[in-house]
């Protein structure tokens, strides 16, 4: 299976970010992988004075939440994902609401699918012989990635994930998932993996 990254960057350059709340707040600072309650949780989010238009379907904001558009949430219940929605009241810094309806999207794990062997990444030979002899710690992540190959077979036939392993922020998605995404015309850029 081929794989891309769905990429945080608006599709057409421009900034998208803003303040998040939860309620109740948050014990400690957002993390996507680490479990969150979402049962009763509200969100919202109000974007950064600059952001006049919000057009993108997903997006990334500065505490490391990832936002979708209902019409990808829509795309996502096609496919194999393992994320909780929960919805967002999102408005403008002036208060007025935004055009679309948006939920932040929560993963309370990511996968263990990095290709330590076919990616390229600083100290792969020493991680390598770490890997061989046993000796890599299990909460070790994997930086300075500059080809990002993905075991498929430890994906486990997912199209939408956060990789484990790693030190990478945006998520993972099958090329039927691209496609998709692409056949409604949605506001997500990708970039090819591997």
């Given at each position: ?6 990429c ?23 993390q ?14 109000t ?72 990616s ?26 500059t ?8 994906a ?39």
């Amino acid at each position: 299976m081929n794989y891309f990254v769905m990429c945080h960057e608006a599709v057409d350059g421009r900034y998208t970010d803003g303040d998040v709340l939860f309620t109740p707040p948050l014990e400690d600072y957002y993390q996507v992988g680490r479990f969150l309650q979402t049962k009763d949780l509200t969100v919202d989010l109000t974007m950064d004075k600059k952001v006049r238009s919000l057009k993108s379907d997903f997006f990334l904001t500065g505490c490391g939440s990832f936002f979708v558009s209902d019409q990808l949430k829509a795309v996502f219940g096609k496919f194999e994902v393992d994320l909780e929605f929960v919805p967002a009241v999102v408005k403008y810094h002036s208060g007025k609401p935004v055009e679309k309806r948006y939920y932040l999207i929560h993963a309370n794990s990511k996968v263990p699918c990095f290709d330590y062997r076919d990616s390229e990444y600083a100290g792969k030979s020493l991680v390598l012989s770490k890997i061989q002899s046993g000796e890599l710690s299990p909460d070790y992540n994997v930086r300075g990635i500059t080809r990002l190959c993905i075991n498929e077979v430890k994906a486990r036939s997912l199209d939408f994930f956060f990789i484990q392993g790693a030190i990478w922020i945006d998520p993972i998605v099958s090329e039927n998932l691209v496609r998709e995404v692409q056949d409604k015309k949605l506001c997500v850029r990708f970039l090819k993996a591997g």
